[in-house]
């Protein structure tokens, strides 16, 4: 036997994606839409975040190539203001060894200036000294003495004196203006020291910022290449959209809307309608079994089963044998919704309990003018009805009830979980069923022998749910099981000719139960499905 655990259900809703919408406003529309899940959501949802996530890298990459256009403008202002700085330096030393050469001209004259009253002072002193031989001094006392123009030889000393010292102070200022051009010539040669070092370092940043230009326009390159994959990628995801749109259009012309088979066609608004149907060997051939959307089969006494036809996107003229009710029943099918129920004869117990449920009684007692029987069989063997017939008495209703099952749209993949299956045998006690996968149907045997319909066509449901149950006793009858189906427990969806084994979940009685496989729904394929509510351990599948 497999068995797998529960996991949380996750129903996937449905929606479909409109055409001929520009890009752009087709991303604003679906942003701002409901989110309704459906055919090739997953995908589509996918590709748009690719897209978007694209559109952010061109986005970040036009971001890019403008701070490096912006960092190449400031490149080309730096290397201007270098070229103006090397130019300015270079305009500063050629005028600089002139103003040297100027500077050197002027120490020139300065210093010949000098020897104008260096040759006086010289001329002065040897005058002096040739004045202040003995002879002379004497001679000019002498003379000083006896006459009175004695006084010009000491205007004349006093003259040449005086001319010394001029001689002196003159000496004194060449001397200090010499000092002065020294230093202006020091200077100078500091000046022409220090621009030829700022005109390197400008060379040396012009150098700098022609090196870093390359590094920038290869950025630039590769940038834009970013931007023309990124394009090319985005034209790819719109293509991959465009097909997905088309898709969904193919799978919208299907109308796959019937919530209770999932088949094409557009949902009826009526109620569920529910009817028990006898299955043991003397009822066969039964009527309208196929036509059944879901039918349940349920152990009663003495191990045999009874079947319990639901009916809601068809209709059947006749179904039958039509048998009593029992007290599985309210519970299994109160989550449809107050679904009508059609059956012939129950104990009072039975009866106390379908009152008390949210179960509409259409039975036999309740509305004896739409059923007949057969004179070809034996009572009570014999009971049918039609369900239009029951319908009609509830014309008012016009709601489609949940149904039972979610089930694939076209050519989505199976559950991940699935594996290939051949068929399942079931062991009821006295009945014994067996379910072959056909390449379209799972073909049914009863007892052994092919289960066929009263037109002779095999029952071969597109699904077979095995959903193991435990049973109890019931209240109205101690004789009589009575299967528990809220709760949780183990089930094998048979598909396609695979099986998922999951487990079925139903905590809330008005609702119905879920199936799901490692947390993640378990979707049927479209068609009729056929539940064995099974005792755990009586079955087995083939792979």
Do not use: C
Request: proline share 5%; net charge negative.
């Amino acid at each position: 036997m497999q068995t797998s655990t529960l996991g949380a259900v996750s129903p996937l809703p449905r929606r479909s994606i409109r055409r001929a919408l520009p890009f752009t406003a087709l991303l604003l529309v679906l942003a701002a839409a409901p989110v309704i899940a459906g055919p090739y959501d997953v995908e589509i949802a996918r590709i748009r975040t690719d897209i978007e996530a694209k559109l952010d890298l061109i986005t970040g990459q036009h971001d890019r190539i403008s701070g490096f256009e912006e960092d190449l403008v400031a490149l080309d202002h730096q290397m201007i203001d270098n070229d103006s700085a090397i130019s300015s330096e270079d305009t500063e030393l050629r005028v600089l060894p002139i103003r040297l050469e100027l500077l050197a001209d002027q120490f020139i004259q300065v210093l010949a200036s000098r020897s104008e009253p260096a040759m006086l002072h010289q001329t002065m002193a040897i005058d002096a000294y040739l004045r202040n031989d003995e002879r002379m001094n004497a001679v000019l006392t002498q003379s000083a003495q006896l006459a009175a123009d004695s006084l010009d030889g000491v205007r004349d000393r006093m003259l040449y004196e005086s001319v010394i010292d001029e001689s002196r102070r003159r000496l004194d200022l060449i001397d200090a203006e010499l000092r002065l051009s020294a230093d202006a010539v020091r200077g100078l040669r500091a000046l022409i020291g220090e621009a030829e070092e700022r005109r390197q370092m400008a060379v040396d940043a012009l150098s700098g910022t022609r090196d870093a230009k390359p590094p920038i326009r290869v950025a630039i390159v590769d940038a834009r290449t970013a931007i023309v994959d990124a394009r090319t990628a985005i034209d790819d995801a719109r293509t991959a959209i465009a097909g997905y749109e088309e898709e969904i259009l193919r799978l919208e012309l299907l109308a796959v809307t019937r919530r209770w088979t999932g088949t094409q066609g557009t949902d009826i608004g009526r109620p569920a309608l529910a009817v028990k149907i006898d299955n043991v060997t003397r009822a066969h051939p039964q009527s309208g079994l196929n036509a059944a959307d879901v039918v349940y089969e349920e152990i009663v006494e003495g191990g045999v089963t009874r079947l319990v036809a639901v009916f809601q996107s068809t209709s059947a003229d006749m179904v039958g044998p039509v048998r009593s009710a029992r007290t599985s029943d309210p519970p299994l099918l109160t989550g449809f919704d107050h679904p009508l129920l059609a059956y012939s004869g129950a104990n009072r117990g039975t009866k106390d309990e379908l009152a008390a449920s949210t179960m509409v009684d259409v039975g036999y007692d309740a509305l004896t003018d739409e059923y007949w029987r057969s004179r070809t069989r034996r009572p009570p063997h014999n009971l049918y009805t039609s369900t239009d017939g029951l319908w009609a008495h509830h014309a008012g209703r016009t709601a489609v009830p949940p149904a039972p099952f979610a089930y694939r749209y076209p050519e989505q993949a199976l559950h991940p979980a699935a594996q290939p299956a051949t068929g399942v045998s079931i062991d009821f006690g006295l009945t014994e069923v067996d379910y072959d996968w056909n390449g379209t149907g799972w073909a049914r045997t009863h007892g052994g022998n092919p289960h066929v319909d009263d037109k002779g066509a095999r029952v071969a449901p597109a699904n077979v749910v095995v959903q193991f149950v435990s049973y109890g006793w019931s209240k109205a009858d101690s004789r009589s099981p009575e299967a528990r189906t809220t709760g949780s427990g183990e089930a094998w969806v048979f598909t396609a000719g695979q099986v998922v084994v999951g487990q079925w979940s139903r905590p809330d009685a008005s609702l119905p139960a879920t199936f799901s496989a490692d947390g993640e729904e378990i979707r049927l394929s479209p068609g009729t499905t056929w539940v064995a509510l099974a005792r755990k351990k009586t079955a087995s599948w083939r792979d």
